[in-house]
């Protein structure tokens, strides 16, 4: 039997996953390895101190994206076993919920009845799902492919902060990375905002703001344990 190709809504929340995975290691690694370089030059210390912060926050991501789309996934299911009884036991009651659902939407009741009518003759579990809970039945996100997704992308942009800190001179090492960081969060907070359909601007503005407040906390806080 062959298997069935992931749908496009599931293989958007993977691309989600792994640019939110990006987005998390370029802040995370950014507010460590700043942290420690607020507290000593040694290039060694904050090298360590940033591929440790990588691999904890690779395992750390991956677990936690496979618990939370397992999670929502368990969830789905839920709803898809009570629609399928409340079709059984309730249908004219399900029946009228789609009705109405599109009668308020501006559509005229004829019109609606008519819909409702060969949308739940094709599959009434389906169309009842989709009109309460807002997802379709066989789009289900692979809990592994999102924690893949996340354990890949978290590593790929906790590179960006550690090269910066790690390769630019001492003198400019601090800047640069918050440059690089910046840089990294414009692209990262731009795409996130693009794949949910929300403002890029304000997407990427919340993004960088959030960036430059960690690198600064973490910054002045080494620097205070360093004294």
Known sequence: MAKKPMSLAARINIMRAAVMGAND???SVAGIVVGVAGATTNSFAIFISGFSGAIAGTVSMAMGEYVSV???????RRAVMEQKRAVDDHYDDEFNFVKQKYVDSGIKAELATQATKEMMEKDAVVTTVRE???????????PYAAAIASMI???TGSIL?????????QSMRIWGTFIAVIIGLTITGYTAARLGQ???KKGVFRNIVAGILTMIVTFYIGHLLGQ
């Open 198 to 200: 929300s403002d890029t």
């Open 25 to 27: 290691g370029i802040l």
């Open 132 to 142: 309460r809970y807002g997802f379709n039945v066989n789009e289900f996100t692979s």
């Open 161 to 169: 902060p550690m090269v910066a800190i790690t390769l630019l001179p």
């Open 70 to 76: 397992n999670t929502q996934k368990d969830a789905q």
């Open 153 to 155: 992308a978290f590593p």
